[in-house]
Every structure is written in structure tokens, then in C-alpha cells.
């Protein structure tokens, strides 16, 4: 059974930091490209950066140079280092398995969900 499982969600103040890892079981997840997206209340859930099996990359404009995405394949999980911290920031964050190697931000790429943490950035 694939799961993913995040963790490292939690309230700080703009300009802080937070790392967020994304443990996955049950999944080759080497071979394919991995996301991070986020939710807003009253939003859609959109992509916050992706990164394909060679490492390489993709993140969107708004989080570009703040945050980066990594991954550990002999840990099997997924990280993502969210610096200068803003309240627009402030969402469930969701880690996600793609069906292919191709690295995109678009959600239907995307068919393994974990659950969510929760970010809250405050001023």
C-alpha cells in the first residue's frame, strides 16, 4: 500500500522558517517526480514545487528563491525548506506522488496524496 505521510507543519512568525518532510512507503518513488502543493481555505490547491528523479526542479513564482525542495532516496522521503515566511504562505501543505517522470506543478499529474500539514504564518 502507498502512503505518504508529512510532518513539519507548524505556526511562526513572518520571516521564519520551516522545513517539511514527506515520508513515502510502499512506493518506488525514485523513479518519478514528487511535489509539494498547497490549500488556502476558500482556494484551490496549487503547486509549490516539484522535483523529478534527476533532481532537477520546478518551483512556483511565488515561493521561487524562499523555498527549496530536496529529497533523501535512501530515507525514502522528501523535504521542503520554506524560509522568509510570509502570511500568504499560510496553508495545508501536502506532499504528492506523480504517475510519471516528467517534473510539473500541474495537480493531474499527481495520483498519491498524503493527508496535509498545516502552515500558519503570522505577523
Known amino acids: 500500500q502507498v502512503q505518504l505521510v508529512e510532518s513539519g507543519g507548524d505556526s511562526v512568525q513572518v520571516g521564519g522558517s520551516l522545513r517539511l518532510s514527506c515520508v513515502a512507503s510502499g512506493y518506488t518513488w525514485s523513479r518519478y517526480s514528487m511535489g509539494w502543493f498547497r490549500q488556502a481555505p476558500g482556494k484551490e490547491r496549487e503547486g509549490v514545487a516539484a522535483i523529478d528523479s534527476r533532481g532537477s526542479t520546478l518551483y512556483a513564482n511565488s515561493v521561487k528563491g524562499r523555498f527549496t525542495i530536496s529529497k533523501d532516496n535512501a530515507k525514502n522521503t522528501l523535504y521542503l525548506q520554506m524560509n522568509s515566511l510570509k502570511p500568504e504562505d499560510t496553508a495545508t501543505y501536502y506532499c504528492?506522488?506523480?504517475?510519471?517522470?516528467?517534473?510539473?506543478?500541474?495537480?493531474?499529474?499527481?495520483?498519491?496524496w498524503g493527508q496535509g500539514t498545516q502552515v500558519t504564518v503570522s505577523s
Open positions: 504528492a506522488a506523480a504517475s510519471g517522470w516528467l517534473v510539473t506543478l500541474y495537480r493531474d499529474s499527481y495520483g498519491i
